[in-house]
């Protein structure tokens, strides 16, 4: 109504309360577009919703730990991915859930007090690199009969379950690894630690002996954990003694013995973790070790398999020795 005044019309009383009444406040214009551009919002979202959508959300919940009081852990939400989709296959999703008191335990369990013989960790990254080999050629997957025992004791070692309450499968990928570096490091320490004893160095698939190799593992290898983000955290926040960080950005040349991670959406946080075998010439493409994937069909995973990858799925590695 001040444009019209300012532009020279008379304004009566009774003109004033019927452009009052027509023309509303500029803060209610605001109010309008602001609620127009939430309803375009909703109508972007309500489509691209999907069943997991909330649980993808979560994924970042292991980098709040940080943020979170002292002594105290995060329950971990994350989805695992074992392949990423085709043309005409879908990667399956999968969700690793673990609870809070759980969360905790892992968390004890990796960084407590280490005990056995130091392992000079290039030979730490070269051992677990070859038993994930051992494990790729024994055809070792969740089918029955008899692998699951084995996937069992890769998640057994974590206290995590083969199958969640509701019949779906708990991914293994990084459990997977960390299997393999604490089974690893086992055989390695023993006769160091016990010379007189060389018949007992490898415990085999039993998780209840290897549990107490971990803090083992994360102090010569990496620290280990059933969560892809929360190993990728650990790293960042870790140097070795010559300055050299643990993880190293995408776009590097990875060493043999190297972890990798994946994210199959261009996303920051991995999806999937691998062990590097080697890397092509051109540097393009990963020749990898992996649990919890597929042999050639993404719709079909749950396997140990050695696996050949594109770089631009990358998010970064692990350097596992200096």
């Known amino acids: 109504m001040h444009i019209l005044i300012k532009a020279g019309l008379r304004v009566t009383p009774l003109l004033a309360i019927v452009l009052f009444l027509l023309i509303p406040p500029v803060s209610e214009l605001k109010n309008r ?25 979560a994924a970042g919940a292991p980098n709040q730990q940080g943020k979170q009081k002292k002594g105290t852990i995060s329950p971990v939400e994350e989805i695992q991915i074992g392949d990423p989709p085709t043309k005409n296959e879908k990667g399956i999703a999968e969700t690793l859930s673990i609870d809070a008191e759980t969360s905790a335990q892992i968390e004890e369990g990796v960084s407590g007090e280490s005990k056995a013989a130091k392992i000079d960790s290039k030979t730490m990254a070269m051992e677990t690199l070859k038993l994930a080999k051992e494990y790729a050629a024994l055809h070792v997957s969740r089918q029955e009969p008899p692998s699951p025992t084995r996937v069992k004791s890769f998640l057994a070692l974590y206290g995590l379950p083969f199958r969640y309450p509701n019949g779906q499968f708990v991914p293994y990928c990084a459990s997977g690894v960390g299997f393999a570096a604490a089974r690893a490091h086992y055989r390695l320490a023993w006769p160091k630690d016990h010379p007189g004893d060389p018949q007992h160095a490898d415990p085999g698939d039993d998780a209840k002996r290897l549990r107490q190799a971990l803090p083992d593992v994360t102090r010569d290898y990496c620290k280990t954990h059933p ?88 998010v970064g590695y692990i350097r596992t020795y200096p």
């Open 227 to 314: 969560s892809t983000i929360a190993m990728m955290n650990a790293a960042k926040a870790r140097k070795y003694a010559n300055g050299k960080p643990f993880w190293v950005p995408r776009g590097s040349r990875p060493a043999q013995g190297w972890l990798v991670f994946y994210n199959w959406t261009g996303g920051r946080n991995p999806q999937h973790v691998g062990i590097v075998d080697s890397v092509d010439r051109k540097g393009t493409t990963l020749s990898t070790l992996e649990f919890n994937t597929s042999k050639d069909n993404p719709s079909n995973g749950g396997r140990v398999v050695a696996k050949k990858r594109n770089v631009r799925y990358v």
């Open 33 to 57: 577009k602001a609620l127009g551009g939430q309803h375009k919002a909703d109508a972007f979202f309500k489509p691209a919703k999907w069943d997991r959508w909330d649980a993808v959300l």
